[in-house]
């Protein structure tokens, strides 16, 4: 591997590549971009290049005792800080800036690659706000984030930022053949979940996640249709596990993009794709699905998205299972095949009297 084999990520990587040929290299950067879109990899990549003994074109040679070393996790220069519990804590900075009082055993530089910057507890982005302010020389921070909003202000302005873009999806599809042995097929219905993630798509990939995606869209097309009697044992049934819960409200928002694109844009699923617009569904929705879609106001479907999405965020600070998927069901069954109804429970063929 060297910095330049790193795909999908040119504009990141050759701005890299330029700095690393000029020699001329900021003491800290800020990697920005969702997760599984390279960023660690264009890290550890740029560590090679800077500690290669023989670089060739300014990268990595892969074969010499710097390299070699970092492939097998060993190199002193090269350390890694991740959280630990809820954050990376004070503690774990003060553990680095004793370093500092040496200069780097081997290399010509020491590469701290901070995992997840965002998850750094206040007191400890202090303390390293105090390193960045006063670089101890030939040190380079790269610093991994999911948003460089989620950083100190005061430490994305000390730090070179370098964004990450998604992956391309046939980027995405390509890995899962080489890497995980998916059929062509498979992967590209995979990578079509991932979002531009190669770790969201791995996570995809397992048997048993691929498959849960078919019940999400089969349950939230008998929203259709279900009785009221049968609608909260079927919610109750499917809220069994916090982690089950959550990866299925990641299928239901894109279930709900696809209704989107598919009643703004007009895309199709692959397998029938008109490519008038460029996009393509995730799913095959089915005929009755598409005409629902097809006939309520679009507003309302961006109001199911934010549903979803606010679902989501209410799992993350512990909201109910149950009652969360409840409101998400009855929303789609109301918005979306009732019509935008508030009570969209067929009144035919129920045994409920009063
Ligand atoms: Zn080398």
Redo the contacts with the bound molecule.
């Keep these: 591997m060297a910095l330049s084999n790193i795909a999908g990520q040119q504009r990141a990587v050759s701005f890299l590549s330029r700095l690393l040929r000029k020699e001329t290299v900021p003491h800290a950067f800020l990697f920005s971009g969702m997760t599984g879109g390279g960023k660690l990899a264009a890290a550890v990549e740029f560590a ?1 290049a800077l500690n ?4 060739r074109d300014h990268d ?5 005792g ?2 070699r070393k970092l492939d097998e996790g060993l190199h002193p220069d090269v350390v890694h800080v991740t959280s630990d519990g809820p954050g990376i804590k004070l503690d774990q900075i003060r553990e680095l800036v004793k370093r500092f009082r040496f200069r780097p055993f081997e290399g010509k530089f020491r590469v701290v690659i901070i995992h997840d910057a965002h998850r750094m507890l206040e007191v400890a982005a202090n303390a390293l706000l105090k390193v960045l302010e006063e670089p101890p020389e030939a040190n380079i921070f790269i610093l991994l984030a999911v948003e460089s909003q989620m950083l100190l202000p005061t430490i994305v302005s000390r730090c070179c930022q370098v964004r990450f873009q998604p992956l391309d999806d046939r980027i995405v599809a390509q890995r899962l053949v080489q890497e995980e042995g998916l059929s062509p097929e498979s992967a590209a219905s995979i990578a079509r979940l991932a979002e531009g993630s190669i770790e969201k798509a791995r996570w995809f990939s397992v048997q048993d996640r691929s498959e849960g995606w078919k019940k999400v869209v089969d349950r939230l097309e008998n929203l259709d249709t279900i009785s009221i009697l049968d609608f909260f044992p079927m919610v109750s049934d499917w809220a069994k596990g916090r982690e089950f819960v959550e990866r299925d409200l990641e299928f239901i928002k894109l279930w709900v993009r696809d209704l989107i694109l598919f009643r703004v844009a007009g895309a199709r699923y692959p397998a029938h794709a008109s490519t008038q617009s460029g996009a393509a569904l995730t799913f095959d929705l089915n005929a009755r699905t598409r005409q629902a879609a097809g006939s309520i106001p679009v507003e309302h479907l961006f109001i199911l998205y934010q549903r979803v999405e606010l679902a989501m965020q209410g799992l993350k600070v512990n909201a109910n299972l149950q009652m969360t998927l409840e409101g998400v069901c009855l929303a789609i069954k109301d918005f979306l095949y009732g019509k935008g109804n508030w009570n969209s429970f067929s009144k035919r063929g129920q045994a409920l009297s009063f």
């Design positions: 090679r290669c003994l023989s670089p990595g040679c892969g074969l010499c710097s390299c």
